[in-house]
Each structure stands twice: as C-alpha cells, then as structure tokens.
C-alpha cells in the first residue's frame, strides 16, 4: 500500500503567523526544572531545565546518546526521573501521573504499533484506554483519521501498511483525545522526502491546537517546523535557541579557480534570482564566494549557468545554515569516531 | 473501567490471533481425551482423578506457551511503550493480560467437562472430587499464568520468558523429591511450596484451606512481580 496525498492545506512549509513563543505570552504547557536521570553511574540526562509554550513547537537537538529520548520517556512517564521535576498541564509526572499522562499524545521512535489490528480498531482500542467512550471516542477517532487522511485505510490490517501511513497510524492515535502536548521521537525517520514535507505541514497543522515537542536528527527539517530549539550534548542543555522564522533563501558555497575570479563574480553578479555575492578566501589556488539566493536548491542551476559562460566551478553547494553552525559550533566538543 | 475492558478484549484477540492459543487447546484436549479413554476403559471406574492429574502436568508445560509472548513481544515491539506512556496502571495491564490468559485456559478445561458428561452419562459419578478437581486446576492455572506473566515481564525475549518459566515451574513441581533430602522442620516447608502436593488433594476429593490459600498467595505474588518488573524505572 502507498501513502496518498494529504489534503492541500497540510502541505504547508512556512510557519504560521502567530504570537512569538517562548517569551512568557502563552503559557507554559511542559515545565521542566533541573531535570536528571541515571542509569547506574551513568548520567544519562543532568540538570535540564526548559519550557514548552501553549501552540509552539521546540525541537530538541543533540548527537545519538545525549538524552533526547530519555527526557521525552521521562516526559510521558515511561521512565521516572532521578532528580528534578517536570510537569504537563501543572501536573507533576510523578505525583499526578495518570493526570499528566492523560495530557499528552505520545508517537514513540519507529511508530510501534500492533500489526494484527485494523487501523480503526487501533485508533478505538487507544481512545478506550485513554478513557474516551460513546459519542466522544467515534468523534475522536473520525477526527484523528480525518486529520491524518487515514480514511482510505480504516480497515487495513496495520502490518500491511508502508512505512508513511504507519507514521500517519502512530501520529493518529496520539492526537486522538486532544492532548495538551504532543511528544515525537524522530517522526521523519524511514519516511521519504514527500512524507517528509507532508509531516513537517501536519505538526505545524496540530501545532494549532497543541504544544510540540519533537526530536530529530535533520536539522533543517527543524529549522522550517520549530519556534525553538534545545540543543542538548551528554546529557546537558546547551542552549535553548530561538528560531526567527522560516528562511526565504539559501546561501550557496561556491569554489572556482583564482585566476578567473573577476570573470566568475561578474557572471554570478548577472545570474537571475541572486540576492547578493560576497567573497571568501579559501585559500590555495582557490577563490570563493558565498552567494545568497532567493531558492533553496538553487547549486544545480547556478553551477550549469556557469558552466554556460564558459566557467567550470570547483564547487558549488548548499552553505550550513544558521542552526546548523550553531549546532556543529556548540557540539564541537564530541569526539566522533 | 473502560481502559481495562479495552485492554482485556485487546489481549483476548491477541492470544486468538495467533495460531499458539489453538495449538495448546488442540494439544491439551487430544492428550487428555486419549487419557481418559484409556483409564476408563483399562479401570472401568467413574472417576476423572487420573485426568486431573494429567491435565495439570499439560498445564505446567502449555501455560509457559501462553504467558512467553504476554510482555516480552510488547516489549521487543515496542508497544509496551504504547501502553505505559498511555493513563492507566501497570496493574491494570498486568491484570488485563492475566484475565486474557484465564479465560482461554478456562475455556480450554470447560472443554474436558465433556468427560464428566460421559461419566454421568453412563454411570453414577462422586460428584465431590469432580468439582473440587476442577477447582485444583483453576487455581493451578491462576499460579502458573501469573508466575509465567511475571517472568514475562522481565525479558523481551519470548523464548527465554518460555524456557525460564519451565524452569521454575518444573522446580515447583518436583520440589517434594528434593524435601525428602533436608532435615525436619525444613523439609515441611519445602514440601509445603510443592505445586504437586498442593495440587493432590484437589485431584482426589479433599480441599485444605491451607491449600486454597497457597495457590492464592503465589496468585497474587506473581501478579504483583509482574506489574514490578513493569514499573516505571
């Protein structure tokens, strides 16, 4: 079975415009205080302290190992905290854990799911555990499979389902009853880049009626779907990053022989769609330029404009943005072998 | 309410689904009606003693079968995650998925009461004994899913879980064979944890409160074991 298209409204890539989050407007939905935990002696997760707002969405960043997941099984109860607090909806996850529980929809890592049920059974079966019933639970589950475009599959047996609609099966059951927070870990994984783009328009979609907290390795994935970003290494919060919206560009790392430098910044000057060239000294018998262009994309067709011209460059690639400097900058630390 | 019917219902399909619970029933009842024929035919006497006593051998070997994949395949899964990160109590999914196994182990002995049928067809059975037999393998079964649910808890691996509830499930059994090595008073304790012993009475006619008692008591410690292995850590 394929995925199919959802609905157009869902295929947004841009963030809504709304009320900066973060700064005290809405108010707090997950309050995180000097949160840890161990395994043993080992620290998996030391003195995390953040917030997750009403209607944002916080990406939460870091290497593999450096306690992403733990905090969000901590956060949705099935790991108990070492030290520190976290609370949902003013419920505290140890104290009021059934409380807290009840607030959050929860998609694990790799979407498990019984492979024996039919999707609407399962989207039944776990609003009957989150004590929905009657009236309540059939809106639910018409929602939540209107919402995900799960209608073509409502008697599909789960196991059969592609790796996409799985996804869409585990998202559906943990919007079901409306949850105050909305946890993901790694949704993107195994999906490709259509279920990709159709993912990132949904959390912003559910975005609108839940806080987002969701985990994933593709940063610029993150930079286009989140409010702010935790990055976290060994454990530790790094920082807690604002993110000023979507960018309207990309910039485009190019290389080219020195020799030609004045021919080749004079064609990248007179290339359509090019918002400003600035030089860079690589070094060597290089020059180069950092180019800011109005599409992301762009490297293939501005290496093939040059070509036209008669200019072989060296290279021509997507820049790093922002986020992802500021990631590689602030990990740097980790040595990876 | 609703969270726990939801979950017993879900376990019911689950252990119905796959073709294991078919296999045990088939097994169970194959083995248990060749027995009966043979000892009615061979003794001419109208009693169910010697089946009970084989049924309750085929439990302690089939009901490992039954409890292996409880949570060791939610766990290799993942859908445990589903269920504990979900407003409901461990103890709620370990008692959801010991209702499950119950019931079609139940199921399963209901179907020798045709035997009973036969006997009362055809002769004029002690009611006594039948019933309390009966009764014996209630709660044998109750002591067997619930020791098996427990060693469940503790693995992802359904073979291990299978293999390791044998193991102390057989260690229970034969455990009187080791009490007659020990010295007085130890000797009657040990005796005293023999799931063949405690089971004899049952079989024959005579019920001992003490008895009841036990099969409760590991009941309920292997039930509590259970939703320990699952709690959140």
Same mark, same amino acid.
């Given at each position: ?8 409204d ?13 700064? #005290?407007?809405?108010?707090? +939905? ?7 935990k161990?395994?043993? !002696? ?7 302290s &953040?917030?997750? %707002? ?9 290497? %593999? ?11 949705? #109860? ?12 003013? &419920? ?17 890592? %790799? ?17 009957? @555990? ?23 599959? #409502?008697?599909?047996v ?16 943990? +919007? ?12 993107? %994984?195994?999906?490709d ?5 159709? @993912? !990132? ?35 530790r ?14 910039? @485009? !790392? ?72 500021? &990631? @590689? ?5 980790? +040595?990876?072998? | ?64 079968l ?59 059975p ?10 014996g393998?209630?709660l ?24 390791v ?17 020990l ?11 023999s799931l ?38």
């Open positions: 079975m394929t995925s199919s298209t959802l609905t157009p869902l295929h947004l890539t841009d963030k809504a415009r709304r009320a900066p989050a973060g700064f #005290g407007i809405a108010p707090a +939905v997950v309050s995180i205080e000097r949160l840890g161990r395994y043993g !002696r080992r620290c998996a997760v030391d003195g995390v &953040f917030e997750v %707002n009403e209607r944002e969405v916080v990406g939460l960043l870091g290497p %593999n190992g450096s306690g992403k997941t733990t905090i969000l099984r901590i956060l949705t #109860g099935y790991l108990r905290p070492s030290e520190g607090t976290v609370r949902i909806d003013g &419920f505290d996850v140890v104290r009021d854990g059934q409380q807290a529980r009840a607030r959050v929809g929860y998609v694990p890592e %790799n979407a498990p799911l019984y492979g024996h049920m039919r999707v609407d059974e399962f989207l039944h079966f776990m609003g009957r @555990l989150r004590g929905m019933r009657g009236p309540a639970l059939r809106r639910g589950v018409e929602s939540a499979r209107a919402r995900l475009s799960l209608d073509p599959v #409502g008697d599909a789960i196991g059969r389902l592609s790796r996409g609609y799985r996804q869409r099966v585990s998202i559906a059951q943990a +919007v079901l009853h409306d949850p105050k927070l909305l946890v993901l870990d790694e949704p993107t %994984n195994g999906l880049p259509r279920q990709v783009i159709e @993912l !990132r328009g949904l959390l912003r979609t559910l975005a609108h009626d839940s806080a987002v907290l969701v985990t994933s390795h593709i940063l610029a994935e993150m930079e286009r779907v989140a409010d702010r970003v935790a990055i976290l290494l060994d454990g919060l790094l920082t807690v990053h604002p993110l000023a919206g979507p960018r309207s560009g990309a910039s @485009l !790392r190019v290389r080219a022989r020195a020799d030609r430098a004045d021919e080749v910044a004079a064609a990248l000057s007179g290339l359509p769609g090019i918002a400003g060239v600035t030089r860079e000294e690589p070094g060597g018998a290089l020059a180069g330029w950092r180019v800011e262009v109005a599409e992301a994309g762009a490297a293939p067709h501005v290496a093939a404009a040059l070509c036209l011209v008669g200019i072989a460059s060296v290279e021509t690639v997507e820049a790093a943005s922002d986020l992802e400097e500021l &990631f @590689l900058r602030l990990t740097a630390s980790r +040595v990876v072998h | 309410m609703t969270a726990f019917l939801a979950l017993v219902a879900k376990e019911l399909r689950a252990l119905f689904v796959s073709p294991i619970a078919y296999a045990v029933i088939a097994v169970f009842l194959v083995l248990n009606g060749y027995g009966f024929a043979v000892t009615l035919i061979a003794t001419k006497q109208a009693t169910l003693a010697n089946v009970f006593f084989q049924a309750a051998v085929q439990l302690v070997l089939l009901v490992p039954v409890t292996m994949r409880q949570f060791a395949e939610e766990r290799r899964g993942g859908t445990l995650e589903l269920l504990l990160t979900a407003p409901v109590r461990e103890g709620d999914i370990v008692l959801a998925k010991f209702a499950a196994s119950m019931g079609m182990l139940l199921a399963m002995v209901a179907l020798t009461l045709i035997y009973a049928g036969v006997l009362a067809r055809f002769s004029t002690d009611w006594g004994p039948i019933y309390s037999g009966y009764l393998l209630v044998l079964a109750g002591a067997l899913v619930s020791i098996g649910l427990a060693v469940s808890a503790l693995t992802a691996n359904q073979i291990v879980a299978a293999v509830s044998l193991g102390v499930f057989g260690m229970l059994w034969a455990i009187d064979a080791w009490a007659a090595l010295p007085s008073p130890i000797d009657d304790w040990v005796l005293g944890l063949l012993a405690r089971f004899q009475p049952f079989a024959v006619g005579a019920m001992y409160a003490s008895d009841f008692g036990f099969f409760l008591v590991v009941t309920l410690l292997g039930l509590f074991l259970a939703a320990r292995g699952l709690a959140r850590r």
